[in-house]
């Protein structure tokens, strides 16, 4: 039985979730007319990488998929660590895309966990926003613009992956290889350790800051590596928490000020009674930049949800 439809009556209308903000419980909607895979991060990537002699290397993308809701900065920090884990390989990473899940999966879950409902098109803004300063990534909404039902995420890698290699194919580079990233804790969910799959790939980060039995075999296109300390201990759920208590010193360490404009604007999680943490947050995010040369040694936390 679909998981958008009601126990006592089946219906084909769109439903509304009641929680601090009401969102609608739809496909997201392609107004814009925008690619559902933008590739326009790609292309410096791709001069890049003939110019500097490097197109003998083999070529990857990576793609993470979550309901962001909202996003932290552990889920960007994740794919920092899966791209740089890939290059000590060998491999050549072109970019990568962040993938919000869709709103037949996150309002769901949203419901069975009493947690606020914020549908995808707040959270494919706000996943832009956490993004903008990183010319590598880009938001990627085919997942969440599918009309019949959610897409696990092997359908969403196989999705890119074909949508890739017919569009670069004029580009004189190899076959891009598509590397799923997820956490660990994810991967022993889903026993992805027994991953098998020749067409993607996948990189499992630890999660929690604890060691992982490293299961890499390069031969499979499996990599697995620790946090070695350099991921927040951010989670969607320890955000949402703050906003909540109206912890401002914690907001600023778990996401983008810039996300939290947003959330305060369209008044997400509750967040619109914390209208002065915008520029209480960017002074302390400033502060903390300017005040230390020391990299974080934090541990890693990541949170799927």
């Known amino acids: 039985m679909s998981s958008i439809t009601a126990k006592k009556k089946r219906t084909a209308k769109p439903k509304t979730f009641s929680s601090h903000s009401k969102c609608n419980f739809y496909p997201l909607l392609n107004t814009d007319s925008t690619p559902s895979w933008p590739t326009n991060h790609l292309k410096k990537f791709n001069k890049e ?11 990857a993308v990576l793609v993470q998929t979550g309901a962001y809701s909202p ?14 884990t890939l290059e000590t390989y060998g491999w050549n990473v072109l970019g990568g895309w962040l993938s919000p899940s869709h709103d037949y999966y996150v309002g769901p879950k949203a419901r069975q966990f009493k947690t606020p409902f914020v549908n995808a098109e707040h ?28 897409p696990d995420f092997p359908i969403v890698c196989r999705n890119l992956s074909s949508h890739l290699n017919t569009l670069l194919s004029d580009l004189s580079l190899p076959n891009v290889t598509v590397f799923y990233v997820c956490g660990s804790d994810h991967a022993l969910k889903c026993g992805l350790k027994g991953w098998k799959n020749n067409e993607l790939g996948l990189v499992v980060v630890a999660r929690n800051g604890k060691s992982i039995k490293n299961k890499t075999d390069p031969e499979k296109y499996v990599y697995w590596c620790e946090s070695d300390g350099q991921l927040s201990s951010a989670s969607s ?6 906003i909540q208590k109206n912890n401002i010193k914690d907001l600023s360490l778990l996401t983008n000020p810039s996300v ?15 209208r002065t ?29």
């Not at 990488?49 to 070529?59: G, I, L, P, T």
């Not at 932290?72 to 920092?80: A, D, K, N, P, R």
């Not at 759920?237 to 703050?242: G, Q, V, Y």
């Not at 943490?277 to 230390?292: D, E, F, G, K, L």
């Open 71 to 84: 996003i932290h900065l552990g889920h960007v920090q994740v794919m920092e660590k899966a791209k740089i």
């Open 237 to 242: 759920t320890k955000l949402r928490h703050a």
């Open 123 to 150: 959270r494919v803004k706000m996943v832009e926003l956490a993004t903008s300063e990183y010319d590598w990534l880009a938001v990627g909404t085919w997942e969440a613009r599918r009309e019949s039902s959610w």
């Open 277 to 305: 943490i915008a520029t209480t947050t960017s002074t302390m995010m400033t502060t903390r930049t300017t005040t230390t040369d020391e990299p974080s040694t934090t541990t890693t936390t990541v949170s799927d949800v």
């Open 49 to 59: 990488s003939k110019s500097s002699n490097n197109c003998s290397k083999k070529v």
């Open 260 to 274: 939290i404009d947003y959330m305060i604007e369209h008044n997400l999680y509750g967040a619109s009674s914390m």
